[in-house]
């Protein structure tokens, strides 16, 4: 079964300014690189994904949070946070962000495809359930992760594995006390958002279905990988997921200008490997991956194109 890419040309029109990091030329560096490699991109299975509605939306964000998101531009703002840039179309934008992960959710939970990676900006892990935050407007994992819940009476566990270079402290917080959705991330730390020690790990019901694997700038790559592939073994002794997220930021990459940490193509496609193997054992394969961060224009493309690559194999 094939690997679906989820794309559309509204994932460019999300324009932060001359200057911002996250820039729309992002999307047209993975695309480049996707359509570049005629015998990829032949084999993938392309969707085009329309907006999430309101009420998917809202199963992992406030209704304030969707009403401030939706008015901003309009109401003459030009930023949700310090960093959080938007112009006109970022709602439509951000919208179809979630809109792709949910339309990943349907071509894996359908059986279509064996798996999926979304190329969307906005990205999502930052955006708490009440605010926008650290280029993110909706958290457009937690909206797939719940949307795979309400939709599907196959999906009681999902999984999302964050290995973007900064913690995903949006992601952790929607699922803080929720057992029923298991929350991995491993991080540059101490780092941006700042949160992310070992010490967090859930509460309430959630206690102990939460776990950050902090990892010190320049630790080696061999050895973040050895963690990754512990920290899943340690997961995967203990829960089986019925779907499995990746929150997939590639700024833990060595030249990414946001993190300090070093792993390379090669490490992510392992990592890739890691996920395939658990989710064949647990889930019949099931994985959706969502670009998060990665910022390099250099590099960025072709790191996707062999994480696309290995979900492809
Ligand atoms: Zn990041």
Redesign the pocket.
């Known amino acids: 079964m094939a690997t679906a890419i989820v794309h559309h040309p509204i994932y460019e029109k999300h324009d932060t300014g001359i200057g911002h990091t996250e820039a729309p030329r992002r999307y047209r560096a993975v695309m480049g690189a996707l359509q570049d490699d005629a015998e990829l991109w032949s084999s993938l299975r392309e969707i085009t994904p329309a907006k999430a509605a309101q009420g998917i939306v809202q199963a992992a964000h406030t209704p304030q949070h969707f009403k401030r998101v939706e008015g901003a531009f309009a109401s003459g703002m030009d930023r949700l946070d310090a960093d959080t840039v938007i112009s006109m179309r970022s709602f439509d934008a951000a919208l179809v962000a979630a809109g792709g992960a949910i339309a990943a959710v349907d071509a894996v939970m359908q059986g279509e495809v064996r798996n999926a990676f979304v190329a969307a900006r906005p990205?999502g892990?930052?955006a708490t359930g009440e605010r926008a935050m650290?280029?993110c407007l909706f958290n457009n994992i937690a909206v797939a992760a719940r949307y795979a819940q309400n939709k599907y009476k196959e999906v009681e566990r999902a999984v999302i594995v964050d290995w973007?270079?900064?913690h995903g402290n949006g992601t952790q917080g929607i699922f803080y006390s929720d057992p029923s959705v298991f929350f991995f991330s491993m991080?540059q730390y101490p780092w941006?958002p700042g949160t992310g020690s070992r010490g967090e790990t859930g509460q309430g019901k959630g206690l102990g279905t939460t776990l950050n694997v902090p990892v010190k700038a320049f630790t080696k790559a061999a050895d973040q990988v050895h963690a990754f592939e512990a920290a899943i073994e340690e997961i995967a002794s203990k829960i089986k997921p019925d779907i499995i997220f990746i929150s997939a930021?590639f700024?833990?990459h060595l030249t990414?200008p946001?993190?300090q940490l070093q792993i390379e193509d090669p490490d992510f496609a392992a990592m890739t490997r890691v996920m395939m193997q658990w989710a064949d054992d647990a889930c019949g394969g099931r994985i959706v991956s969502c670009l998060?961060?990665?910022?390099n224009l250099e590099t960025l493309g072709e790191t996707v194109k062999n994480h696309v690559r290995v979900l492809n194999s």
């Open positions: 990205p892990h930052h650290g280029f973007d270079v900064h991080h941006y930021g700024d833990a990414d946001l993190g998060e961060g990665g910022y």
